[in-house]
């Protein structure tokens, strides 16, 4: 759990707000967008650059030891660190004594695409009892797309693939990926077809994920990306 509340803690490093823009911004703008009024990789085929597969701002330098260091020298608090979810919320998929830790994401977000290495390094050593789900906001045009493409690779059994191929393809290559036609181009290098991509995007179980996706990111009231819950809770 302490390690779960550290990773929580990471997230504050981070932050992209919800915004109603149609592509993302190359520039430092794109991290200072306002939310919603509303309440609240592995490299794949498409490794064109020799770097693509490093991180672009090395943050996994701090040591387990160090982590642990740091865990044991500061007291997180309520209202400082974390905020409480009052009433607590449902849970995505988490049923039993599982603890469920939810990401909630936009791929053209430059501060999810920083903070993804955190969550990969914590993915390695995380217990089994903790239950991770990703979530993508669909906050404006193209962040929806973008979780529709998600859910998509989740229903193809492609997301342990293509994830953070798709962060590089935005990030490092500057492909923003703004049309089903491109989407459809870019999971083709991973042996999905255009037919099945496009019938599988615009199914009625797709639609149905990103409905829930949406509901939940207001019930957890998240006001930007990434952003950390942890049970419905916290």
Same mark, same amino acid.
């Given at each position: 759990?302490? /390690? +779960? *509340?550290?990773?929580?803690?990471?997230? $504050?490093?981070?932050? $992209?707000?919800?915004?109603?823009?149609?592509? @993302?911004?190359?520039?430092?703008?794109?991290?200072?967008?306002? @939310?919603?009024?509303?309440?609240?990789?592995?490299?794949?085929?498409?490794? /064109?650059?020799?770097?693509?597969?490093? @991180?672009?701002? %090395?943050?996994? /330098?701090?040591?387990?030891? %160090?982590?642990?260091?740091?865990?044991?020298?500061?007291?997180?608090?309520?209202?400082?660190?974390?905020?409480?979810?009052?009433?607590?919320?449902?849970? =995505?998929?988490?049923?039993?004594?599982?603890?469920? =830790?939810?990401? =909630?994401?936009?791929?053209? $977000?430059?501060? $999810?695409?920083?903070?993804?290495?955190?969550?990969?390094?914590?993915?390695?050593?995380?217990?089994?009892? *903790?239950?991770?789900?990703?979530?993508?906001?669909?906050?404006?045009?193209?962040? %929806?797309?973008?979780? /529709?493409?998600?859910? #998509?690779?989740?229903?193809?059994?492609?997301?342990?693939?293509?994830?953070?191929?798709?962060?590089? %393809?935005?990030?490092?290559?500057?492909?923003?990926?703004?049309?089903?036609?491109?989407?459809?181009?870019?999971?083709?290098?991973?042996?999905?077809?255009?037919?099945?991509?496009?019938?599988?995007?615009?199914?009625?179980?797709?639609? #149905?994920?990103?409905?829930?996706?949406?509901?939940? +990111?207001?019930?957890?009231? =998240?006001?930007?990306?990434?952003? +950390?819950? +942890?049970?419905?809770?916290?």
């Amino acid at each position: 759990m302490r /390690r +779960i *509340v550290l990773l929580l803690a990471a997230g $504050c490093l981070f932050a $992209c707000a919800g915004d109603d823009s149609s592509a @993302p911004q190359p520039s430092a703008a794109a991290s200072t967008q306002q @939310p919603p009024s509303q309440p609240a990789a592995q490299n794949g085929p498409r490794a /064109r650059n020799a770097d693509q597969g490093q @991180p672009t701002s %090395e943050p996994q /330098r701090m040591t387990q030891a %160090e982590r642990e260091a740091a865990l044991s020298d500061r007291q997180f608090q309520e209202g400082q660190h974390y905020s409480r979810l009052t009433p607590v919320q449902p849970t =995505v998929e988490t049923e039993g004594n599982m603890i469920e =830790v939810v990401e =909630v994401f936009q791929y053209s $977000c430059p501060a $999810c695409n920083n903070f993804e290495p955190y969550i990969n390094a914590w993915l390695e050593t995380k217990a089994d009892y *903790v239950n991770f789900v990703r979530v993508p906001a669909p906050w404006n045009q193209l962040s %929806e797309l973008h979780a /529709r493409a998600y859910y #998509t690779a989740e229903a193809l059994g492609i997301v342990e693939e293509t994830h953070d191929a798709f962060f590089n %393809e935005l990030h490092r290559n500057r492909n923003y990926l703004q049309t089903e036609a491109e989407l459809a181009d870019f999971y083709g290098d991973f042996g999905v077809d255009e037919d099945t991509f496009l019938s599988t995007f615009n199914s009625f179980a797709v639609h #149905t994920k990103l409905q829930r996706a949406d509901d939940l +990111i207001q019930r957890y009231r =998240v006001s930007g990306t990434p952003g +950390i819950v +942890i049970n419905g809770k916290y």
